[in-house]
């Protein structure tokens, strides 16, 4: 399978743990983007990465939330103490370099509930 | 104001019939546009990238009015496979940064 692969694709956590998920973009890839999605929204962006570089987070991700790309291949997105309010779909998109019209291409994504 | 708005229907229209969306945008420094689909439970996937001079593939047709802030989607001659929710995508470049802001999704549903 050469697409976007998250896992866990579910986590069920009590609140205050922490969480952590991980992206295995497409191989030739070098962007790379976390989204988070609930029940009758449209993806919010969170953050974006190119290569290794972390180039831009949503004002959406709070001090709680921290992302990595340490080669600049897989990422992963912790979430520390979370919150019931995190309880959402993590969603994992990556892109190549190229025009403004490059398709992005989603992973199946992390369902999150915190009880 | 939401930065990208969309009608969330839902839609619930005949086999056969042609249904239309609608999508708006508060950024004019937008530099480009697409329509994604998204099934049940499922990730979402690019239907159609959107060209200010219009374009089509198959059954389906999209428009953009860079003036109105504008984004449409036309599906001719529905199927029951058209059934998902139908996200309108703008990329908000800013810098080097490239990401993609999604409208809440409309919902149709194609009855048999």
């Known amino acids: 399978d050469t697409g976007v692969s998250q896992d866990p694709r579910h986590k069920i956590t009590k609140r205050g743990q922490n969480v952590t998920f991980r992206c295995d973009p497409i191989?030739?890839?070098?962007?790379l983007y976390w989204y988070r999605q609930t029940l009758g929204q449209g993806p919010e962006f969170l953050t974006y990465f190119q290569n290794e570089a972390q180039l831009e987070k949503s004002r959406l991700l709070s001090d709680r939330f921290s992302a990595e790309r340490p080669k600049g291949s897989f990422s992963t997105l912790e979430i520390q103490r979370t919150e019931q309010g995190d309880s959402a779909m993590y969603l994992c998109?990556?892109?190549?370099?190229?025009?403004?019209?490059?398709?992005?291409?989603f992973g199946q994504g992390t369902r999150l509930t915190v009880v | 104001r939401k930065e990208v708005e969309q009608d969330p229907g839902p839609f619930n229209v005949p086999e056969g019939a042609t249904v239309a969306f609608n999508c708006t945008y508060s950024?004019?420094?937008?530099?480009?546009f697409f329509w994604y689909r998204q099934d049940c439970r499922k990730e979402p996937k690019l239907l159609m990238s959107?060209?200010?001079s219009g374009n089509e593939d198959g059954r389906f047709t999209a428009q953009l009015n860079r003036a109105s802030q504008y984004i449409s989607l036309l599906i001719r001659d529905s199927k029951l496979s058209d059934s998902a929710t139908y996200l309108c995508v703008v990329n908000l470049a800013s810098g080097s940064a490239r990401q993609l802001t999604f409208g809440s999704g409309t919902q149709l549903t194609v009855l048999p």
């Open positions: 950024n004019s420094a937008s530099q480009s």
């Open positions: 959107v060209y200010s």
């Open positions: 191989s030739e890839h070098n962007r």
């Open positions: 998109a990556s892109s190549s370099s190229g025009t403004v019209n490059t398709e992005a291409f």
